[in-house]
């Protein structure tokens, strides 16, 4: 008796769960055009399925693909993200969210700005190599702490002891490698340090071939809190 009532109370919390897909569904289909099911995608086509994502969450409209039990159910048996995003550990910039995008979509890879290390290069070839992920989007935002600190750093000459310290010395170069210009000078080792990661990316031994081959494009972009505009800067 107990199981025949768990069991239909579970048909019914299911039930309503469907509903509320359903209704969700039905919202978003008049608030958004239906995203593009994500799969293997060229560069260019991957750009535009994030460009796509981002107007929906800055303008309020997400669609909230992928998210259902089907999607849920599909990715027991394996993935196949079509971008590879870099991005700050920074929770004002999630990242699923702001491409508005669900369940194996995205190969996420965050540290505090950006910094890259063997783990986050080692996660990155695996994304291209394994997963074949044709686009990698790294990804800055405006008031990134991690680069304030460096900056700081950079004006005091004092970098903070531990592993906050490793990465404050890891931001340092492109710091220094940028034009102070007074009030921007945050704002332009920002852009600057996620170029610097592309860059270096590109130039990456395992992943220049796939660039070379055009397989892969690697991209720089910023994230502005101010309006939730992703900016892609080249
Ligand atoms: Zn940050």
């Known amino acids: 008796m107990a199981i025949s009532r768990r069991s239909a109370l579970r048909t019914s919390l299911l039930s309503s769960a469907g509903l509320l897909l359903a209704g969700g569904a039905a919202t978003a289909a008049s608030a958004a055009p239906a995203p593009a099911p994500a799969q293997a995608a060229d560069p260019d086509a991957a750009l535009t399925l994030l460009k ?3 107007r929906r969450w800055r303008t309020f409209r997400q669609a909230h693909p992928h998210e259902d039990a089907r999607r849920r159910a599909a990715a027991v048996e394996g993935q196949s993200p079509f971008a590879l995003v870099l991005g700050c550990a920074d929770s004002r910039v999630p990242t699923e969210h702001v491409f508005d995008r669900g369940v194996g979509d995205l190969f996420v890879t965050r540290s505090a700005g950006q910094v890259l290390d063997e783990s986050v290069l080692g996660s990155i070839v695996y994304g291209v190599e ?10 800055g935002h405006a008031s990134c702490g991690a680069v304030t600190a460096a900056v700081e750093a950079h004006e005091s000459g004092q ?18 490698a940028t034009p102070d210009s007074g009030d921007d000078f945050v ?7 996620a170029l610097d990661i592309a860059e270096a990316l590109r130039a990456d031994p395992e992943l220049s071939g796939h660039v070379d081959s055009g397989d892969l494009r690697i991209v720089a972009a910023r994230y502005e809190l101010d309006g939730s505009a992703v900016n892609f800067l080249d």
């Open 130 to 139: 394994h997963l074949h992920i044709p686009l990698i989007v790294v990804m």
């Open 187 to 193: 704002d332009d080792c920002i852009s600057a340090n």
């Open 52 to 54: 796509e994502g981002n």
């Open 159 to 176: 970098v903070p002891e531990g592993h906050v310290g490793y990465l404050v010395e890891q931001l340092l170069p492109v710091v220094e």
